[in-house]
């Protein structure tokens, strides 16, 4: 079968036959692929520049992708949860089996780092046109949002991390007066599919959302912003960063601290920082005063990274839920959509204007 | 009465004869104090360095004093708590009343920053023979600890940060596999008073404790380390540093952002900063490649400030608990006691060999 | 304006016209009334069964209706959530003001009963054919769902007893060896609207969901059940009581002992019993054999009632997102639909087949 | 060696000598008995009454004792934790490794059933000269409780219930305005050494302790309702009953429900039932009017049993603080010490007056 391939730690992908020959075990499914999306992380695959990459045992290549929507063509013996013709997602990390959160299902919580994660390290991914799947490791898709689906993945993630800054702030009372959440303010650092989930995600829950970034919006990310009654700023305007109210969340999905630390000032007591974005190269200081107000303030900071299955289950009633009320505005959030021959278009570098990039495997 | 007077931002202090006049209005006590503690705060603000500091209103004059311990002599009428003779510890932060923290108790998160700290701002302190205070900012002590019960305010402190790790880290499972805490390591970063109930604190959750300094142990620090089972490391032997096992968290109560920054390094995933110290003039970088880390290992930082009331009660528990447990452990980290006459001595700069200075009011 | 009122302590109801001169203040804005539900507590008012009714202050006939959908037609002075068009639905309960949780928006959880809910006590209901309210107590509804909207008052009451059920059930942990639900078995006993709320949001969970009934179902419950892929078991049948598998949550609406003690004995180590039904005249005995079943295996039991904004904002989310996923489910929940002038035929007794019946006032 | 032993399912018991022919393995140490105490599960044990003993396998005798107080004599290969001479309390239930709960040492939660218990089930117990035991079983013990330890295990209990009442209480905001929990009724069902934990626990809580029993105090009740301020209520005296405010947590430690259903009608809104005790015999009506009781006021009930490592350690510093704190409070509650040769006048039997009995089995 067709598949895109890389060697760890050599620049460049390959779209290749490759033959796995996976029997389909107890408890597995068959699952024919039909999107595999692209991050940032692919690209950073592709261009060597992540040197966490690791093939399979036995192997020296890695077939690609983790954002993945499929569905299922063959059951095997034993399995319960699934039939034929099911839609899919399937999950990306699957833990060490030895630390304590792996031991419960909170693989994104891994202790020894000992896990595997498809098409990133140790094991293959989904960017091929089909792959035989554990039903543990698969969460159900309503046929309704097959045309959305392959967002599920990246989606995840952002909810693990809101799920996670609930949690933390049960340290006091966070709510409104009107115990909901619409007096609170939120900015989101970058305008990427991520930045674009978090925005999305706070407004459900009621914050009023600040999309920030350094430029004016482009004509999708106006879109979005006002479709979802958030508000675009530009943080290279004074008159706009001036009008800014104080923020009781920021969420970095930049990973440029140059870009985040200096908003710490507009934060309000009690407030919460996420971490989520991964870069090179940016230096920012930060001095004891900083410290201090942090202090002074009981100002939290959460990295966050990967999710748990409930994470996926709940990011795919997210976007079954955004479908029926926000109409096409996660279907214009998929700019590109290629075949697996033209996949080198989008993985070795960023389409301009792209909110998010996909592979289209079969009909 | 004799007081401990300071004139918000006028360098210097003033012991001197005051009478406040104060009725003893409903549900109110009138308390002789026995012992107030000094920390940086009382020697910041008597040397004129904290901005925040405020007279109360329509006085020009601050009487200083925010951790004590005193006796009840009066009891005013529908008192039903307290009866003449109880031991007691005034709580520090009175509520802004608006705000939700603040109407449930939880002042020490107060969102409008409309609060009076006793000694600090908008209220006088409790350096003087005696003072008159609401008996619901009362705490009970029981008579057994009256010769350590100054110690109640500043371990309420750390017993809140802690209380709030512990709430924060509920996002996964952070107990060892025999459901305590002994498999897990803590460095905490400065050796004062604050450094040290940090770390007899984490001893009796059962961590293993690392008391992190930039030199050898005083024989104080050498005495308390051994007592409660801690190793005592000088971060400046690249031997020490090098042996030290990996943290589970880190407290900083040096405010030192170059003193904790590069202990991040060291960090095990899903680990936890706690921010305590509050300093000015330090500077450090960070760069992409640690808020990178951070994300990729799910760290979180708290700022923490303060504590409630259910803090001070088990302040003094934990106080009663180690008296039994420890002897004089708590006493010798008394290691000055001076009259009011004096207490310029202790007020104006730090005592050499200082763990807590304390000023004895009465018998 | 029509309305549909009743006389406290008096059977009976009346349909009439009622100026109520209602003038739009500060932040508050006048609602078209599109639909409202009627639940067995309307029945309840209707034929004088409930003690607890009360009407307004000066007033002695009370509005009936506390489930409610409608439109905003005028908007006051001040307001800034809402426009002119939105789709809105009211929360029933209006906090005391005076206990923790009224005060922090939780008046779900009101210590002092001091509370007043519209229809029901103190306050006029919505059963009428515009009302004003103030904005703090809307809940925003997407126009796609405005014809199933008028049940987001009964499932937010659903969504809130779930809320609690997973935060007393963090006590340990409850979730799978995956991380989600799906090896989770629960009892839902009754079958009406209340039911079946419970049957589909455990479903969306991932509970296996057995919705538990003294008969067979009838033909809106077999396609309701199918639908969701539950399964209705008829409890005076024991092949099908026998072939049912332990459960790890029960949730009676029932209100009847008789129906849910007995289910006692099939639940699970740590399992948890939901009580939501209100009832009179059944009685059932419990020994200690029990109590003792329920000490040596940690059961929790939690009674639970009304809903706060939050859980308002849920249930609309929830119904946003049934509606993409199970099309037309939702709306053959609502089997009966009159005008106002027979509201008589819905509100005196319950129709024959019903799940939920409304009162339709304006397109 | 001398031991206490049962044959499961026959009446009596016998101190004999026997012979383990325990190996020191890694990571293990033996311990020289000091104290076990009694409690209703070894009179039950002996009197056959509790169908669910068993003893280990291979064997058809069970050595009885989970209640006990230990010094190490010998130290196996690895151990890091202790050293000959350190005083030690054991935890009774080892979990059954497949659970998630007893995978992350949470066997108070174990949901398969398949654990042991020392003394009760599948394990022998501690009524011997000397035991050997895993490092990771056992609890340190400051040698200055030595006199009390021996209550660690059923104190132990106790904290895990109200660890639990604290967590479930967390489904709203419980706590009173200052933020503490003074303002909070106790009823506690029961004046046995449990129901006299229970009491001192929750008024270290702050709550306001009733300690209700059919019956006026014993000598011995008077005095500890005296020592911790707590009120001895008879409930058989109407004007006694009468008096009694209402309850935020009821805590029966009898098991009958004819002594706690009839005090459901005293408690307030969101409060909580605590279910400890176990009996047989007992049985009481509930009727529909309680169950819509419930519901309307968020009664929440756990069943509570057993306790995890970490409530071990909690247990030891109450009794650390509260010797601190009581004086000879807890050594009162040791009303009777017997040889293990005596041991059938405190096992056959309850002694007249007893709070609680240990065999002392060496100094």
Redesign the interface.
């Known amino acids: 079968m067709k598949a895109i391939v890389i060697k760890p730690h050599v620049i460049g992908m390959e779209v290749k036959n490759i033959d796995l020959e996976e029997k389909l075990g107890k408890n597995q499914v068959r699952i024919k692929t039909l999107y595999t999306g692209v991050c940032g992380t692919d690209r950073g695959l592709v261009n060597n520049k992540l040197s966490f990459v690791r093939a399979p045992e036995g192997w020296d290549e890695l077939i690609l992708g983790h954002e993945a929507f499929g569905i299922i063509e063959e059951v095997g013996e034993d399995v319960t ?1 699934f039939k034929k013709g099911d839609y899919v997602v399937p999950v990306v990390r699957r833990g060490c089996g030895v630390c ?2 792996c ?9 020894t ?1 000992n896990f595997v994660e498809a098409g990133i390290r140790g094991k293959h991914g989904f960017m091929r046109e089909e792959f035989v799947d554990d039903e ?2 698969l969460v159900r898709v ?1 046929e ?2 097959k045309d959305i689906a392959v967002l599920t993945e990246p989606l995840s993630n952002v909810v693990k991390a809101i799920d ?1 800054v609930m ?2 702030q ?4 966070w ?8 007096c609170r303010n939120a900015y989101v650092v970058g305008t990427g599919p991520i930045g674009t989930f978090y925005s999305i995600l706070l407004r ?1 829950y ?1 914050f009023n959302v600040f999309m920030l970034n350094r430029r004016d919006p482009s004509p999708a990310e106006e879109y979005v912003s006002k479709r979802i009654n958030a508000q675009f700023v530009n943080t290279t305007k004074s008159e706009e960063m001036n009008k800014l109210p104080k923020a009781d969340i920021i969420v ?1 999905s930049s ?3 140059s870009a985040f ?1 200096p908003l710490l000032s507009k934060i ?3 407030g919460i920082l996420v ?31 990967n999710a ?3 994470n996926f ?1 709940e990011s795919v ?2 976007l ?2 955004w ?3 926000y109409g096409e505005l996660l279907n214009r959030m998929i700019t590109t959509v290629v075949s697996p021959e033209e996949a080198n278009t989008i993985l070795e570098k960023k389409p301009k204007g792209e909110i998010k990039s996909v592979i289209k495997w079969s009909d």
């Not at 049960?170 to 009372?173: A, E, P």
């Not at 709510?175 to 619409?182: E, M, R, S, V």
């Not at 989520?276 to 004891?288: L, N």
């Open positions: 949860e304590l959160n031991k419960i299902g909170r693989q994104d919580f891994c202790e780092g543990m490791y309503p309704s949002i996670e949690q933390v049960r340290r006091m009372v709510n409104c007066p009107d115990g909901a959440y619409d459900t009621g970095d990973g440029f601290p630390i309000n007591k009690n971490l989520f974005g991964t870069e090179t190269g940016d230096k920012t200081p930060i001095d004891a005063d900083l410290v201090s107000f942090m202090v002074e303030n009981n100002i939290a900071v959460i990295g966050s990274v748990n299955k409930m289950k009633n997210y079954t839920m479908k029926e009320k």
